[in-house]
C-alpha cells in the first residue's frame, strides 16, 4: 500500500515538470515569436532595412514610449535586437530549439555562416546559453 502512494506521488511530479517543460517550451515559441515580429515591423515602419538612421530615431522614440508603460525590459535595446532578429533571420518566425537568449548572443555575430554554425551547435550539443558563450570565447581564441 505505501508504495502505491510513492507511485501516486512520484506520477504527480512527472506529470508537473513534462507540464512546465511543455509551457516553457510554448512561452519560448510565442516570445520568439513576438519578438520576430516586434523586428518585422520596424523594419517595415522605417520603410525597410536600408533606412539604418531614421530606424535608430524611431527605435529611440517607440523604446522610450514603451519603456514607460512596461519597463525596460521592453525599452530600446530589446527593439534594437528584435529589428536584428527580423533582419537576421528574415524567413524564420520561431526557432523553439533555442531560447532568445541564445539568440541574443548571436545576434553579436554579423556573418551568416558563423551565426547558423553555432545556431546547430547549441541545437544538437544541447549547449545552455552560458556553455555557448564559454564555447564561442574559446574559439575566437584559438
Not at 515559441?29 to 523586428?39: F, R, V
Not at 533606412?51 to 534594437?80: H, M, Q, T, V
Request: aromatic letters at 12%.
Amino acid at each position: 500500500m505505501e508504495e502505491q502512494y510513492y507511485t501516486e506521488i512520484k506520477n504527480l511530479i512527472e506529470n508537473y515538470e513534462v507540464n512546465a517543460r511543455v509551457r516553457m517550451l510554448q512561452d519560448n515559441s510565442e516570445k520568439l515569436q513576438m519578438n520576430w515580429n516586434i523586428g518585422r515591423l520596424l523594419v517595415k515602419a522605417q520603410g525597410g532595412s536600408k533606412r539604418a538612421k531614421y530606424g535608430d530615431n524611431l527605435i529611440n522614440k517607440w523604446g522610450n514610449r514603451l519603456f514607460l508603460i512596461y519597463g525596460k525590459s521592453y525599452g530600446k535595446e530589446l527593439l534594437r535586437r528584435c529589428r536584428l532578429y527580423y533582419l537576421y533571420f528574415p524567413k524564420s518566425s520561431t526557432m523553439s530549439s533555442i531560447s532568445w537568449s541564445h539568440i541574443v548572443e548571436l545576434l553579436s555575430l554579423k556573418n551568416e555562416n558563423e551565426r547558423t554554425y553555432y545556431i546547430n551547435q547549441v541545437i544538437l550539443n544541447h549547449l545552455s546559453v552560458k556553455l555557448m558563450i564559454d564555447y564561442l570565447m574559446l574559439i575566437r581564441r584559438i
